[in-house]
């Protein structure tokens, strides 16, 4: 079973002895407690017969509550061993996992993929799927990963019937994913020249070119940003093109997104790996539990769903202040710990947080039409819904201007996406060949070595630092965004030209 990311190998043991009854013991829950009508079922419709002795099924270890349904077939299985109906020489070799109906087929389970990998490393030789789940686990190299129709199948291949070949699922070898592989995202229309380009692209996108600057510094280096503007600004827009800029995901980040995505029960298409990074966006009248992660079934939430990739917060004035203020321990350890009286866990969250919101209450603040009818203190309570050490976590706060009557009636097209996406690929390379991570995610440590200023850049941010009243976060974050900035330039050192711009996009 899942505790999180984490595996916990569940043994059923079965004794059958003189008497009357069957009993589920090992702290099982609903579900599990109902597998008993589903197997004995199962097993009656495919001429097995049901022990008529006193018959006790422990799960273990017994301390640890089990929920779901994948321990139907392994079950059945064990229970027809110890009713000696079936010859089952070495279960040390098995790992089996599923949900079986009352006709003894198999149904789809959550967390095969992660379930896989645990075999994996324990050193099984073997794995028993549903058919329906045994797809995620393709890219487990190693072991071998049957995909079962039903339960007569399951006895075959612990038999070792000669047709159970047929059931191997294919395992995929992709070693890496490199920086120079296509960006999915970027797939989806051609223009007349051929050029292909997503359905949100960056070249649909008039003028607006600070703000589009901006993310691609945000996409660079993995940081967080958002976007202040007017209604119909294009705010929106600009933040769902931001995956098409965004670079394909390394191996280890595609497997580690996979896994949650496994155990959430979303895995898309059962075929693939997921490469193309995740862009989440709830709805503001999401639960905090829905964003978070936890419940009963301590689910992951939106921001591990969104792990490697972008949560997207509309309208983020909208959402409640305890619900934000709920995200400033995930940004700043990029995880998150989920304790409750039950269980807890933990689930990975590193994402780029993206916000969009209006200026102010009427959305017109700062426009040249004179539109805003906002007293400062409308402007005051508006901005004060996001607290202060959420902004100060927010690398990039970019206002965004209404576009002008000529640019919007002009047909001519801005740079494409496919375009920006190069240069982030090559800034994005330049930072994991050099830290293995983005510089958003820059220790301390890692930003004494590698970025150091000069006389002239130390002189300069000494001003910065006290014009703008800088925090230690607020100063570190300025030159983890500078440093960024610098690797698009492809320079070797941060320059006052690269703070000065960090600047810009700070305050």
Known sequence: MCVGLNVVRITVEVSITQGVGIYLVGLPDSAVRESLLRVTTALQSHNFRIPGKKTVINLAPAD???EGTGYDVAIAVTLLTASNQISFFNPQDYLIFGEIGLDGTLRPVKGVLPIAMFAKDKGYKACIF???SSGEARFVNGIKIYGANNLMEVVDIINGEKYIDSLLIKGIDKSTFSFESENLSNIGRKNEEGEVF????????????????????AASGGHNVILVGSPGSGKS?????????LPPMTREESLETSMIYSIAGEYSDNKELIITRPFRTPHHTCSQISLIGGGQKCRPGEISLAHNGVLYLDEMTQYPRYMLDSLRQPLEDRKISISRAKYKVEYPASFMLVGSMNPCPCGYAGEDDEKCNCTPPMIS?????????LLDRIDLQIRVRRVNSKSLTEETKAESSRKIAERVREARYIQYKRLG????????VQMEKYCVLGLDEKRFMKKIIDKFNLSARSYSRVLK?????????????ITVQ??????QYRF
């Open 437 to 444: 991570i983005t510089n958003a995610q820059m220790t301390p």
């Open 64 to 66: 640890l509550k089990k």
């Open 198 to 217: 997503s359905e949100f692209d960056f070249r649909d996108v008039k003028e607006q070119d600070f703000a589009k600057r901006g993310l691609e510094i």
């Open 130 to 132: 549903p058919k329906a």
């Open 498 to 503: 690269h703070i000065s711009e960090a600047v």
């Open 381 to 389: 309570r508006y901005w004060s819904k996001i607290s202060g050490p």
């Open 237 to 245: 827009f600009m933040a769902k093109c931001l995956p098409s800029i």
């Open 481 to 493: 965004l500078s440093r960024t900035i610098a690797d698009l330039s492809k320079s070797k050192n």
